[in-house]
Structures are given as C-alpha cells and as structure tokens.
C-alpha cells in the first residue's frame, strides 16, 4: 500500500474533458474520489459518500504520479509554495472544527494531541478569537514545539494513564475546565480524557 493523502503537486497530464486545468498548473489535491450521484453526495455533503475509499485501502499520493478528478484539485496562487499547499487538507480539518465548535472570544479551548491536526486546530482556535487554548499530549518534545509557534504556552504531559487524574491536571493548569475540546490523538487514551476534561454542557 502507498500512504499519503495531504498533497500537491504539478498537473502533468490532462483528460480530453478538463477545462480548468493545463499541463504545468500547480494544485493542491483534496484527497476524495465521491461518485457523486448518492444522496450524500447530491445533497453537499459528499465527504460521507459510502464509495469514497480516502485512499484506505486504495493506495495514496506518495508516488511520482497520481490520477485525480479534476473537480478535487485546485490551483495554488504563485506565493503558496508546495509545501503550505499539502497543508491545506489538514488546514480545513482545523477550520470546520472551529466552526462546527463554536469557538469564539470567552472560550476555553484544550486540544488533545499535538501532531500535525492538534497544531492547524490551535492556529484556527486562536484564530477563531478562543480566549485560553491549552494543548496536551503524550510526548514532551510536541509540547515543545507548541511552544515555539508561539499561539500558547499552556501545555500539559499526558504522564498518567487515569483520564479523571489528568482532566483535574488540566483543570488546574487552564484555571477551570474547557468550554470545548478537540481531541486529535484518535486514540482511546485521548478520548477519554477528552471527555472527563470537558466541562458539563460543553463541547467535545
């Protein structure tokens, strides 16, 4: 199996139907294949189509060259570069869960997990105007890195296996508990403490 979902790349090659691309154009690729003639599909939301492998377990996008419908690629301005482009996938996962949180100036934010996704969800909560955004994660030297971008300096180890001992770690370290988490671990762990850490009537 060939891994990778968060793209961009060069068009190389187009079908005899593509009229918004040429050879040479620079895109960002949103890594869905949706049949587009589903419910789902027909009604917006075609990111729950039921024939959308995600490349899993098709296979994904690190390999020289990748078929995509052209409707899924979209072309990247002269000043985003590469790099920034294959981040925009996990970018909108941060933005959406902005959105569909509610987060807003006066909000207590904790995101659990600090990989790739628990970093754009700090850049889009801060955005978002969140009030106190505290990361936590098991590994010190992602804390580290939270760190350095600048956004918060509330960080909290995960050292203990017992999600109510770390919700009141977390309480302490935030002065209350969060109006709202964001678990990005997708680990059993992270959900758990995501769901003790989170205030009553709060969003997780």
């Not at 790349?9 to 294949?33: C, F, H, Q, W, Y």
């Not at 987060?103 to 997990?113: E, F």
């Not at 995960?158 to 001992?165: E, I, L």
Request: aromatic content about 6%; some cysteine.
């Amino acid at each position: 199996m060939i891994l990778g979902h968060e793209t961009s790349g060069v068009v190389s090659v187009i079908g005899d139907d593509v009229t918004s691309l040429k050879v040479g154009d620079r895109v960002a690729i949103e890594p869905m294949n949706p049949c587009l003639k589903c419910e789902f599909c027909k009604a917006g939301r075609y990111n729950l189509c039921p024939k959308i492998p995600l490349w899993i377990p098709a296979d994904g996008h690190y390999t020289r060259y990748v078929a995509h419908p052209e409707r899924f690629c979209y072309k990247l301005p002269d000043h985003v570069s590469f790099e920034e482009g294959a981040l925009i996938e996990p970018l909108a996962v941060g933005v959406y869960a902005a959105e569909r949180a509610d987060v807003k100036i006066g909000k207590r934010v904790l995101i659990v997990g600090a990989g790739p996704i628990g970093m754009m969800c700090l850049l889009c909560a801060r955005a978002a105007g969140a009030t106190e955004i505290c990361v936590a994660d098991i590994f010190q030297g992602r804390l580290d890195s939270v760190k350095k971008v600048g956004l918060t300096s509330t960080t909290v180890l995960v050292d203990s296996k017992n999600a109510d001992v770390m919700a009141k770690k977390i309480e302490n370290t935030m002065g209350g508990m969060p109006d709202i988490t964001m678990e990005c671990s997708g680990s059993e762990a992270g959900i758990q403490v995501a769901i003790n850490a989170t205030k009553s009537g709060g969003i997780w």
